[in-house]
């Protein structure tokens, strides 16, 4: 199959023709591997390839909705039977998976050909990709910035070409800061809509969730058609199926909506202007379609609702830690930053822990308030275009500290002092509007509308209320036709 043709199908068209028998899933999967041949070694996006596993897949008569679709799943938290899964840590460096993830066995049962594993930060606890056991993803666009994380792997390898869809997990942004940096369209679902099991209920406090990069926005519905709905083995959510699928959504006009727009955050020194260009120029996109856009935010404490977001990831790392050195992992096997992390973790009080979670539940309400005059939330997805890479990774000589005090079990002091969690906070400045929606359990999505005049891509992200995930793909439709960007790609060759 000629690249050309490869590079102008999506992942609906692609099942389309193999369905149709004008190509086949095995000259799919080979375009595919061509053009992985051909700039993984720039972007270095996949971490392990499959191509020999797949090709007796291929050759099947393989039926559904995604029937022949080349696919990269993550490499975290989509396990497949037999394949190594490693988080992006040297701990699991050789954990082979007991078991296929219920998402990844309803996207291969749905026809997908998954071919390899994309690249993550240490267990997907950063914004961006550049894990010690793997090394750093380089974005397509310009190849001395970062893809952002922790789909970052995904959203390179979606953005260059290789698959026009990966798979993805949103935990603090893991979709849409990807998305945005890497141009592609990003859509975290909402809490309960996708299943976690068979191994765990749920992900962080049910803070995270499965999904997908695209390019198009008629594949990320088709995907989460897929996927969406309860699985008995993954308590603690049921889900009420919307009355149309998410595919029919796209092709349908939203109604005329009413969209608080938020320019700016706390948390943030001020998004560039370029950025904030971009939102403002979304807004008028939108107004002449018809829709209503008011400047108006939510009345949230942003610096209540990081420290509330922060609390129970520490914990959560710190867990995660302590198991698998139960398992024998040594310390030397995580990152230095996860250690810390981990230290933070073990530092917090149970009281301040469960403080942290109950106040999710009033960050939940102001939210909902908010929804109440309002159907949508816009703002920027990142405060920034994709940073250089390295940009926020631990200086030298902030290593140096915990290094001293990790080795001499000072993990009170470090948490005591403030100056880790004074480092996290500042990673958080250009990502600064993307925990809200974990926290509260919405769907949003960062849709690729804008590039700076550098050409680096800028996305802007919606946050709709609970069950919203038809109306964000819906409005993202009419946006694609409006100001297309699947026509636009990076001068990776």
Not at 4 to 22: E, F, K
Not at 94 to 103: N, Q, S, Y
Not at 262 to 272: K, R, T, V
Not at 393 to 409: H, K, M, P, V, Y
Request: proline letters at 7%; aromatic letters at 6%.
């Amino acid at each position: 199959m000629d690249q050309g043709d490869y590079l102008a199908l999506d992942a609906t068209a692609m099942a389309a023709s193999v369905r149709d028998g004008a190509v086949t899933a095995s000259e799919l999967l080979e375009a595919a591997i061509v053009r992985a041949d051909t700039v993984d070694p720039q972007i270095h996006a996949i971490t392990r390839r499959l191509d020999d596993d797949v090709r007796d897949r291929a050759m099947c008569a393989l039926d559904g909705p995604l029937a022949g679709v080349p696919f990269l799943l993550k490499d975290l938290f989509q396990s497949q039977a037999g394949v190594v899964e490693t988080g992006g840590s040297r701990a699991l460096a050789d954990a082979v998976a007991p078991e296929t993830d219920t998402v990844v066995a309803r996207w291969l049962n749905a026809g997908a050909v998954v071919f390899g594993r994309t690249n993550v930060p240490e267990f997907g606890i950063k914004g961006t990709t550049n894990p010690a056991l793997f090394g750093p993803t380089h974005n397509p666009w310009d190849l001395t910035r970062s893809p952002g994380g922790s789909s970052g792997g995904s959203a390179a390898a979606v953005a260059a070409g290789i698959v026009p869809v990966a798979g993805a997990n949103d935990g603090g942004g893991s979709i849409r800061i990807p998305a945005a940096c890497c141009g592609v369209f990003g859509l975290k679902p909402g809490r309960g809509v996708v299943p976690t099991g068979p191994g765990q209920g749920e992900f962080f406090y049910g803070g995270a969730v499965t999904g997908v990069v695209s390019r198009t926005v008629r594949d990320s519905a088709l995907f989460l058609d897929v996927v969406r709905g309860t699985d008995p083995v993954a308590p603690p959510y049921t889900f009420a199926s919307p009355a149309r699928s998410y595919v029919a959504a796209t092709q349908q006009d939203p109604p005329r909506l009413r969209i608080g727009v938020q320019l700016e955050s706390s948390l943030a020194d001020g998004p560039d202007p370029e950025v904030v260009a971009a939102v403002r120029a979304t807004a008028d996109q939108l107004t002449e379609l018809g829709h209503t856009v008011v400047e108006a935010r939510p009345a949230i404490d942003e610096q209540q609702l990081a420290e509330d977001f922060l609390v129970p990831w520490f914990a959560h790392v710190a867990a995660t830690v302590d198991e698998l050195r139960e398992r024998g992992a040594r310390d030397d096997d995580f990152e230095l930053d996860t250690r810390v992390l981990a230290a933070l973790g073990r530092a917090t009080g149970a009281v301040d822990h469960e403080r942290a979670l109950l106040r999710w539940h009033t960050h939940v309400r102001a939210l909902s308030e908010f929804h109440r005059d309002h159907d949508l939330l816009l703002t920027p997805t990142t405060a920034t275009t994709a940073p250089p890479l390295g940009a926020y990774a631990t200086s030298g000589l902030e290593r140096a500290g915990a290094g001293i005090a990790l080795r001499a079990r000072l993990g009170r002091l470090i948490a005591s002092t403030g100056a880790a969690q004074a480092g996290v906070l500042r990673n958080l400045r250009w990502v600064p509007f993307t925990q809200l929606a974990n926290i509260t359990g919405r769907p949003a999505v960062s849709v690729p509308l804008h590039e700076s005049s550098a050409g680096l891509p800028i996305g802007v992200q919606f946050v709709a209320p609970p069950g919203g995930e038809g109306l964000l793909f819906s409005l993202s439709a009419r946006l694609e036709e409006a100001l297309p960007w699947a026509v636009r790609r990076p001068p990776i060759r």
